[in-house]
């Protein structure tokens, strides 16, 4: 069955650029979404079609994908970006999620 | 403004049945394919259900596939899910997420929590 994998955590200074990566056989064939999830909250959409920003997301969130792997970058990273983040791709019509990455700003 | 209320939520034994239900508000409710997806505590998201506008198509994961069934009522801007044969494994807060069209879920309600264990 296909699989998502992302690193369980990610560190990074305030002000730095965070990168997350998901990773999957042939994932630059697929779409790949982006969530961001604070402790107690739902999920929120932050990257759709690889590289696309909802309303109200700041540009500071970008999204690539090519050959196996999708990254999600996060450019001056801020103290309000600490959270968890999932990334999601379809395949034979099951939606997929990655582990998760835990994203710490320190 | 678009709105998603799960509720239905509980203590169930292993075994038994347990229905949720999500209210839908501030958009074309039949225009939209639904998705569940549930969280185990302190674990990931998981995938569990799709559900297309019309009902004409329905996916499920294999861990819920035979025991799960979604419908929706469009007349009434509702999702359900109707869990059977629950085990422990299938405690975890059940979102309903609204599928905005590119490939993501561009809405997600609040959860309500299903908690198996006897």
């Known amino acids: 069955s296909y699989e998502l994998t992302q690193p369980p955590s990610v560190s990074v200074s305030p002000g730095q650029t965070a990168s997350i990566t998901c990773s999957g056989d042939?994932?630059?064939?697929?779409?790949v979404c982006w969530y961001q999830q604070k402790p107690g909250q739902s999920p929120v959409l932050v990257i759709y079609y690889n590289n696309k920003r909802p309303s109200g997301i700041p540009e500071r969130f970008s999204g690539s994908n090519s050959g196996n792997t999708a990254t999600l970058t996060i450019s001056g990273t801020q103290a309000m970006d600490e959270a968890d983040y999932y990334c999601q791709a379809w395949d034979s019509s099951t939606a997929l999620f990655g582990g998760g990455t835990k994203l710490t700003v320190l | 403004e678009v709105q998603l209320v799960e509720s239905g939520g509980g203590l169930v034994q292993p075994g038994g049945s347990l229905r949720l239900s999500c209210a839908a508000s501030?958009?074309?409710?039949?225009?939209?394919?639904m998705n569940w997806v549930r969280q185990a505590p302190g674990k990931g998201l998981e995938w569990v259900s799709d559900?297309?506008?019309?009902?004409?198509?329905?996916y499920y994961a294999d861990s819920v596939k035979g025991r799960f069934t979604t419908s929706r009522d469009n007349a009434k801007n509702s999702l359900y899910l109707q869990m059977n044969s629950l085990r422990d494994e299938d405690t975890a807060v059940y979102y309903c997420a609204r599928d905005g069209g590119g490939f993501s879920y561009d809405y997600w309600g609040q959860g309500t929590l299903v908690t198996v264990s006897s």
């Open positions: 559900i297309s506008g019309s009902s004409s198509t329905i």
């Open positions: 501030g958009f074309i409710f039949s225009y939209y394919r």
């Open positions: 042939k994932l630059g064939h697929k779409y």
